[in-house]
């Protein structure tokens, strides 16, 4: 079921988002031929996003990419997040 909701900006983290939010469909396609058919299940997941973000002003465009692809996180950031875990950032031999 599709239906339109509000959501965390990804970039500011405020809720001023709205969206449609489309969850996992399968889709079954199947081909048959002597050698054998062929079927193939598709999975995905997407974010339709209705407006951007008014709090700190990314557009439309940019917060839908972020939501689909992910947001790129800093070599800095991933660094900080593993020495906060107890994690060794160096590997001796």
């Given at each position: 079921m599709v239906s339109?909701?509000?959501?965390?900006c990804p970039f500011c983290g405020k809720l001023s988002i709205k969206i449609l939010h489309i969850p996992h469909v399968v889709n079954k396609f199947a081909s048959g031929c002597r050698a054998g058919g062929?079927?193939?299940f598709i999975q995905e997941e997407k974010y339709n996003v209705i407006s951007g973000c008014e709090e700190c002003g990314k557009s439309k465009k940019e917060v839908e990419k972020t939501l689909n692809q992910g947001k790129e996180i800093?070599?800095?950031e991933v660094v900080k997040r593993i020495k906060k875990q107890g994690l060794p950032t160096r590997i001796e031999f």
């Open positions: 339109e909701q509000l959501t965390n062929k079927r193939t800093d070599h800095k």
